[in-house]
């Protein structure tokens, strides 16, 4: 019958479904995401973004460290922070001019045009800078004087040898008293009135010449319980008085050691 043919070629043009199994568009689509993801691309605009983040982390890091530094600085006294802000000024200049001065040595060495010569020159500017430091060349500059009155005769080696202390604590690079010039082995010895300075007798009043920093060499003896308050109890009196030339004049003699040998460099 004509209807029932019809029904029947119906049914066999129409499309087949997928199969549940078949799973290839699923496939398909996995291949593409994993194909839009590798290999990763950046852009200059994420690279920009990158490196402020990496500037902005770094920046946070210094931060604390240097928040934790000011909140152990904010417990100090004034006194304290004052002082630890004079020797790191003072640190800092030291340094300066220890660059300076190499850097001007490099300078010569490389600029000059016999570098031999400018060698040896160098090499007796040091053994002259030593012998100031070991007694045994006269030196002069800008310094202090510390003059030591002892009418009761109360002034000890010990109060001496404090002030000597004292002052090469402060930068004293030259010092004599009375004629004798102290180096680092120098003794005091005795007792008051019967003084001696390595071997030498020395009698009141005592005279410092010393080769310094006067702006530091002076407020050294100054200082609250330092020598110059030391010495007035016991009812002697010390005068510091600054000077743009001072000369330390006295030599000790050149001493051979006795085991000390240079070494080879």
């Known amino acids: 019958?004509?209807?029932?043919?019809?029904?029947?070629s119906s049914e066999s043009t129409?499309?087949?479904?997928p199969s549940a199994g078949s799973g290839g568009d699923e496939v398909t689509g996995r291949q593409r995401l994993?194909?839009?993801?590798?290999?990763?691309?950046?852009?200059?605009?994420?690279?920009?973004?990158?490196?402020l983040l990496f500037g902005l982390g770094l920046g946070l890091a210094i931060q604390v460290r240097s928040t934790g530094d000011d909140q152990a600085l904010r417990g100090a006294r004034q006194e304290d922070l004052v002082r630890i802000l004079d020797e790191l000024d003072d640190r800092t200049q030291r340094l300066e001019d220890e660059?300076?001065?190499?850097?001007?040595?490099?300078?010569?060495?490389?600029?000059?045009?016999?570098?031999?010569?400018?060698?040896?020159r160098q090499t007796v500017e040091k053994e002259r800078q030593l012998g100031i430091l070991a007694g045994t060349v006269a030196a002069q500059g800008p310094g202090i004087?510390?003059?030591?009155?002892?009418g009761g005769g109360a002034?000890?080696?010990?109060?001496?040898?404090?002030?000597?202390?004292?002052l090469r604590a402060a930068g004293a690079e030259a010092i004599q008293v009375n004629g004798v010039r102290t180096v680092a082995n120098s003794y005091f010895s005795g007792d008051a009135g019967e003084i001696e300075?390595?071997?030498?007798?020395?009698?009141?009043?005592?005279?410092?010449?010393?080769?310094?920093?006067?702006?530091?060499?002076?407020?050294?003896l100054n200082i609250?319980?330092?020598?110059?308050?030391?010495?007035?109890?016991?009812?002697?009196?010390?005068?510091?008085t600054r000077s743009e030339k001072i000369v330390v004049d006295a030599l000790r003699p050149v001493q051979r050691p006795d085991y000390a040998r240079s070494s080879p460099q």
């Open 1 to 8: 019958m004509p209807p029932a043919e019809s029904a029947a």
């Open 155 to 166: 002034v000890d080696a010990d109060m001496l040898l404090d002030a000597i202390q004292e």
């Open 224 to 240: 609250p319980g330092g020598v110059v308050q030391t010495l007035e109890k016991e009812q002697a009196t010390a005068v510091v």
């Open 14 to 17: 129409a499309p087949a479904e």
């Open 197 to 220: 300075v390595d071997g030498h007798e020395i009698k009141a009043p005592y005279v410092f010449k010393v080769i310094g920093k006067p702006e530091d060499l002076e407020p050294a």
């Open 34 to 51: 994993f194909a839009g993801l590798w290999p990763p691309r950046v852009t200059r605009a994420q690279l920009v973004v990158a490196l």
């Open 99 to 120: 660059k300076s001065r190499l850097e001007d040595q490099r300078t010569e060495l490389e600029n000059s045009s016999d570098q031999a010569e400018e060698a040896r």
């Open 145 to 150: 004087t510390l003059t030591v009155q002892d």
